[in-house]
């Protein structure tokens, strides 16, 4: 079966786990922005949390389905409509052949989820169906949605979609604050600041500016102070510039010293900025929910605390699939 | 004058996060630091450990990503701290490698677009990229600049950024080294197979996008091949691999064509051929050393 693609939305990507493994030669992992969400409406359908679904930024597709089947949409807050008319999120939608499925506007985050029974079912390029439109690789001949395009959807093995829960439980899921804290284990280069610039980054108040795709989200604030120096050979001329190294992906550079970058799923895999810190593994998806305008405070912890919130976010994702 | 030996301070490991050790080998770009990134990543990708998700040798530093649920960050900087240690003691710094002939057309009209495209706001807004690079070296014109940047060849230092694109740091005294200041502000655009330079690193974009590397000239055949079409690419869709040494070409327009021809008929091949680089070798003669290593390319 397939869905056919009627309206695009604005930057509609097929995604799933992502592809590891290749970030040695500049290809990210990419995957879905929020797996948390990703996962969840894959656990609605009864796929496995590695299936592929259709990740949504902003404005989504208008698409029919050729078969009956069924459907879940999770994420960023938003209206959803079936044949015209409103139906819930967090929650399975049975679909007739035909039906056609459409969203209105979103009330907050930036990204939601299209899961539907049997997965998104391009072909694996390098071990994983995710997107990845700056090399033409993965998805969908290797770019976002276009109109008139038939997406394939997997046959689920055959299985009718097993019935593991109805909806997600309020209590599971992800909140779309306007203002949140996002925990950072400081490193890399932040010895290259002064410790009013370190001081600067982990207590000011930071907006996150349009400027933010699946590479990574821009913010605006005050300045931080990187410390002079005589450059090393080869590093460039501005304090911020070192010889060019790997990203780490979540790592934070500040060019210039001037809005800060956190660099996200479809990070490019190095360059000649140096990074201060690095958002947690756990902490990952919730830049992945910020809207432009998000105040934004990146809170210090050590690496003993980010391995614990990570036991916690793993705790939470396994929840979703008893 | 370039020192006969390079001794490396003890390298320098922090983290990136709950997923990623970086290891920073030196601060300052050189063929040793390079050549240590590269040892310790093919050391450590020997012991085949469990946990190790991807690494990313880089032109002075080391990236690992690791899953701290299969391995305790602690025992992975253990691990690696004891690589580092091996590879300094190693008694031969040699590397089996390729050597590998790039053809390019310096000074073409569709890089000379982009060029005149992005004059704003350049650190010089008259004449082009090419002017002010051989202004920058003291070099008496953008024609001298051009036969430096092909007549001494290149080691690939490091393969990112975007897909499959090399980092390339010329096999020649500092002193020699041509150094280039980045775009004051990156461009919007490069044509995919644009030659950059940006501080002392060469580069061939692999795909088309954003970039802050001054502009050259365009490599004649691809150097990713998603489809996997050419023969180059049967095994992987990336041609380059950090270790790698390159040799550019310069081809005027008619010979350019041809070899766009061949790409589009599926016939291209890179002239290339296997070679051992000897890192001492390199540092205490590399005049000699340059032209013995490129010797190999000729019996082609």
């Known amino acids: ?322 | 004058m370039t020192p006969t030996t390079q001794h490396l301070r003890a390298a320098r490991y922090t983290w990136g996060g709950d997923e990623f050790l970086f290891v920073e080998i030196a601060e300052a770009m050189s063929l040793t630091a390079n050549f240590t990134a590269n040892a310790m990543a093919s050391a450590l990708a020997a012991r085949t450990v469990d946990g190790i998700v991807d690494i990313c040798p880089a032109n002075a530093s080391l990236l690992v990503r690791f899953d701290p649920d299969v391995i305790p960050p602690g025992s992975l900087e253990e691990l690696v701290r004891d690589i580092e240690h091996e590879v300094a003691q190693l008694s031969e710094q040699t590397l089996e490698t390729r050597i590998v002939e790039v053809p390019v057309w310096y000074d073409d009209p569709y890089t000379g677009e982009t060029v005149a495209r992005f004059r704003k706001g350049h650190q010089r807004p008259e004449g082009t990229d090419l002017d002010f690079a051989a202004e920058e070296n003291g070099l008496p014109s953008a024609a001298e600049f051009i036969r430096r940047h092909h007549s001494s060849p290149w080691l690939v230092s490091m393969v990112g950024f975007v897909a499959g694109l090399p980092f390339m740091f010329q096999i020649v005294p500092q002193e020699e080294q041509l150094e280039v200041p980045k775009y004051l502000s990156p461009r919007t655009d490069t044509p995919p197979l644009t030659v950059g330079h940006g501080g002392c690193f060469a580069c061939v974009y692999s795909v088309r996008g954003a970039g802050g590397y001054q502009m050259f000239g365009i490599a004649a055949a691809p150097i990713f091949d998603p489809a996997q079409r050419l023969a180059d690419f049967e095994d992987f869709m990336i041609f380059f691999k950090p270790g790698d040494i390159v040799k550019f070409k310069p081809v005027g327009e008619e010979e350019y064509r041809a070899i766009q021809a061949e790409v589009a008929a599926g016939t291209f091949t890179y002239r290339q051929a296997p070679v051992t680089f000897d890192l001492q070798r390199a540092l205490d003669n590399p005049t000699t050393y340059n032209r013995d290593i490129m010797e190999t390319l000729n019996g082609l």
Request: with cysteine; aromatic share 6%.
């Open chain 1, 1 to 322: 079966m397939a869905f056919n693609i009627l309206e695009p939305g604005l930057a509609t990507s097929v995604q799933d786990q992502g592809r590891l493994g290749y970030y040695h030669v500049g290809i990210p992992q990419g995957g879905a922005m929020d797996q948390l969400s990703a996962s969840m409406a894959n656990a609605l359908v009864g796929n496995a949390a590695s299936d592929a679904v259709l990740e949504c930024a902003y404005l989504g597709p208008k698409f029919t389905t050729d078969a009956d089947t069924v459907i879940a949409i999770t994420g960023a807050p938003v209206a959803i409509f079936v044949n015209g008319t409103a139906v819930e999120q967090w929650t399975r939608l049975p679909l007739t052949a035909g039906d056609e499925v459409s969203f209105g506007m979103l009330t907050g985050g930036t990204r939601y989820y299209i899961a539907v029974h049997g997965g998104i079912d391009v072909p694996s390029v390098l071990g994983s169906r995710s997107t990845y439109a700056l090399g033409a690789l993965g998805g969908l001949h290797g770019r976002t949605l276009a109109a008139g395009d038939t997406v394939p959807v997997g046959d689920g093995a055959g299985t009718p979609p097993r019935e593991r829960r109805e909806s997600i439980p309020d209590e599971l899921r992800p909140a779309y604050a306007k203002d949140i804290t996002v925990r950072v284990l400081p490193g890399l280069y932040d010895h290259r600041l002064t410790a009013h610039g370190m001081d600067t980054l982990v207590t000011a108040s930071w907006t996150l500016t349009p400027v933010a795709d699946r590479t990574g989200l821009r913010y605006a604030g005050p300045d931080v102070e990187w410390q002079p120096r005589t450059q090393p050979f080869g590093a460039g001329s501005d304090p911020s510039n070192i010889v060019d190294a790997g990203y780490a992906i979540g790592s934070i550079q500040v060019p210039g010293g001037k809005e800060p970058i956190v660099l996200h799923r479809d990070a490019v895999s190095g360059g000649g900025y140096a990074m201060v810190a690095t958002v947690i593994s756990a902490d990952m998806d919730l830049v992945a929910r910020s809207a432009p305008g998000t105040q934004t405070h990146f809170e210090p912890v050590t690496m003993d605390q980010a391995l614990a919130a990570r036991a916690d976010a793993a705790r939470i994702r396994r929840a979703v699939w008893v």
